[in-house]
């Protein structure tokens, strides 16, 4: 579980950083609720996992909130359509 998770993470991370290419911040609306949506999984991952094991879900944590603030933050500079 937490192998998937650190791979939504990367993907939502990939996502934003193709949403910051001009003509192609559309993609942030899709991108922000995949990110969302990676953020909760990787938490669920983190809640079950017990012990010093929890590297890689909290790195996924990171990677998607980072996806979600900086998307956002791309589509407020882009006024949501760029």
């Known amino acids: 579980m937490q192998a998937l998770s650190l791979a939504w993470g990367i993907l939502a991370l990939i996502g934003m950083a193709v949403g910051f290419i001009p003509c192609f ?6 991108n922000i609720p995949f990110a969302f949506a990676g953020l909760i999984f990787s938490i669920i991952a983190h809640i079950l996992t017990r012990g010093p094991n929890r590297q890689n879900s909290t790195v996924a944590i990171i990677l998607c ?12 500079a882009g006024f949501g359509i760029l």
Not at 25 to 30: E, F, L, T
Not at 65 to 76: H, I, N
């Open 25 to 30: 911040g559309w993609i942030n609306w899709v």
């Open 65 to 76: 909130v980072l996806a979600v603030l900086l998307g956002s933050k791309r589509l407020v």
